[in-house]
C-alpha cells in the first residue's frame, strides 16, 4: 500500500501534461513569437498550432485533440475588437461559450479547457499564460484513463 | 367533436380545396403511432392525435420526395410549430400549413405566421420534463471523472445507425460532417473516440436551434439519454444569450451572430 502510494507520488512529480494550443496567426502566434525572441522562459508543455484566426477553430479541432492523448487545450487569439478579419473571434467567443459546457458535462472540466486573448505585444502575458496553466494541469494529473473522447484501439 | 376528428375535417377539407395535395399526421399502429401520409380526403380516417404522438413530423417536409407532393399540410403539436419556426429562421422554409394541435386543445388550421403566435400567446413557456432536469442536476453534482465514465458507457452503446440524425428535423445538411472523409475527423467506426465526436458535434450543431422536442432520444434504439446534452445546451444558449429558439420566424441565429458584449468571463 505504502509502496503504491510513493509510486503514484512519484507519478505526479513526473507527470509532463500535454497541452495542445490552438492560436491565431496575427495576435498569439506573434505573442509567442515574441516571448521566445524575448528570451523568456515558459514550460515546454504547449504544442503550438498555428491558424488563420480564432474563428477558424472548428470544435472538432479541439476533440481531435483530446483524442489524440491531449491533457488540455488552449485556444488563445486576438483581443476583441482586434481580429484581423473584423469578427472571427466575436464568432468564436459565442462557439467557445457554448462548446464549454458540453465538454465539462461529457467529463473535460474546466481545468482541461482554456481561453485567452492574447496580442502581438503581450509575449509576457503568453509566458504567464502557459506557465500557469501547465501548473493547474499539473495538479489537475493526467486526463487518462477517465478520457471519454480518446482514441482506444 | 375530438380532436382526432377535427383534425379528420380539417384535413379533408384541405385536401379537396386544394390547399393541401399531402397531409402528414399520426396513425396508429398497435400501441405506437406512425406518421401517416393522406393525399385522398376518402383516407383521412386514419389520422389520429393524442398524447403518444411524439415524433416530430416536421422532419419530412423538406425532403424532396414530400415537397414534389406539395402543397403539404402537417400536423402539429407545439414541438413540431416550433420546429418549423426554426426552419423558416434559417431560410428552409418560406410557407408551411399546420393543423395545430396543443396538449388540452386544437386550434385549427393555421400558416406559418399563425403558428409563430399561437407558440407566443400559448406555449411559451414549454418547460423540460422534472425528471430530465433532475437528472441532468444529478449529473452536474457527479465529478468529472464520474461523468466521462457515465458518457463512455452511455457512448458505447451507439451503433452509429443515426437514428438521431434521421428523427431531428434540423438535421438537413445534404452531407453531414460524418460522411466527410477528405479529411474524416470523425470516426465511422462504432468505437469510443467516434462515437464520442460523433455526438458531441451533433449536439453541438444544434446549438442555439434545438428545441428540445425529444425526436432524437426517442429514435434512439440503444436509449443514450442525448436530452441530457441538448437540455445542457438549450438552458446554456437561454443564460448566456438569451434566446430560445422556435418562436420567432426572423431570429438571428444563435451561432453565427454575435454581441461586442457577450459574457468573457472565461476568457482569461
Known amino acids: 500500500m505504502a509502496q503504491t502510494e510513493t509510486k503514484t507520488a512519484e507519478a505526479a512529480a513526473a507527470f509532463q501534461p500535454r497541452i495542445v494550443a490552438f492560436v491565431c496567426n496575427w495576435c498569439t502566434y506573434a505573442g509567442a513569437d515574441l516571448a521566445g525572441t524575448s528570451r523568456l522562459r515558459y514550460p515546454p508543455n504547449v504544442r503550438i498550432i498555428k491558424l488563420p484566426c480564432t ?46 459546457r458540453l465538454l465539462d458535462l461529457t467529463g473535460i472540466d474546466e481545468r482541461r479547457l482554456f481561453f485567452s486573448w492574447v496580442s502581438a505585444a503581450e509575449g509576457q502575458k503568453f509566458a504567464d499564460l502557459v506557465a500557469d496553466i501547465t501548473e493547474k494541469v499539473r495538479a489537475a494529473g493526467p486526463l487518462e484513463p477517465a478520457n471519454p473522447a480518446r482514441r482506444r484501439l | 367533436m375530438s380532436t382526432s376528428e377535427a383534425i379528420r375535417a380539417d384535413a379533408a377539407r384541405l385536401l379537396a380545396e386544394g390547399r393541401a395535395k399531402l397531409v402528414i399526421g399520426y396513425r396508429a399502429r398497435g400501441p405506437h403511432r406512425a406518421p401517416a401520409f393522406v393525399s385522398d380526403p376518402a383516407g383521412v380516417d386514419v389520422l389520429i392525435y393524442d398524447n403518444l404522438c411524439k415524433q416530430n413530423l416536421a422532419v419530412y417536409l423538406r425532403k424532396p420526395e414530400v415537397r414534389s407532393r406539395g402543397p403539404v399540410a402537417v400536423v402539429a403539436p407545439p414541438a413540431v410549430m416550433r420546429s418549423l419556426v426554426v426552419l423558416a429562421a434559417e431560410s428552409q422554409l418560406t410557407e408551411a400549413t399546420v393543423l395545430a394541435v396543443g396538449p388540452d386543445a386544437y386550434h385549427g388550421v393555421l400558416d406559418l405566421a399563425g403558428a409563430a403566435a399561437l407558440l407566443k400567446e400559448k406555449y411559451a413557456d414549454l418547460a423540460p420534463s422534472p425528471e430530465l432536469l433532475e437528472a441532468l442536476a444529478k449529473l452536474d453534482a457527479m465529478s468529472p471523472q464520474e461523468r466521462a465514465r457515465f458518457w463512455t458507457d452511455q457512448f458505447a452503446k451507439c451503433t452509429r445507425c443515426y437514428a438521431c440524425r434521421a428523427a431531428c428535423p434540423l438535421c438537413y445538411c445534404a452531407r453531414c460532417i460524418v460522411e466527410k472523409n477528405v479529411p474524416q475527423w470523425i470516426s465511422t467506426a462504432a468505437a469510443q473516440h467516434g462515437n464520442f465526436a460523433w455526438q458531441i458535434i451533433r449536439a453541438f450543431h444544434q446549438a442555439g436551434r434545438c428545441t428540445l422536442c425529444g425526436a432524437c432520444e426517442a429514435a434512439c434504439p440503444q436509449g443514450i439519454p442525448l436530452m441530457l446534452l441538448n ?16 418562436y420567432d420566424p426572423a431570429a438571428k441565429p444563435v451561432i453565427g451572430s454575435w454581441k461586442p458584449d457577450d459574457d468573457q468571463g472565461f476568457v482569461r
Not at chain 1, 472548428?58 to 475588437?81: N, Q, R, T, W, Y
Not at chain 1, 478579419?85 to 461559450?97: D, E, I
Request: some cysteine.
Open chain 2, 231 to 246: 437540455l445542457a445546451l438549450s438552458e446554456e444558449v437561454a443564460k448566456q444569450f438569451g434566446e430560445k429558439p422556435g
Open chain 1, 55 to 100: 474563428g477558424r477553430i472548428d470544435p472538432l479541432f479541439i476533440l481531435k485533440a483530446f483524442e489524440g492523448g491531449a491533457d488540455a487545450v488552449l485556444v488563445s487569439g486576438c483581443h476583441p475588437g482586434d481580429c484581423h478579419y473584423t469578427s472571427g473571434n466575436y464568432h468564436a467567443r459565442r462557439r467557445w461559450a457554448l462548446f464549454r
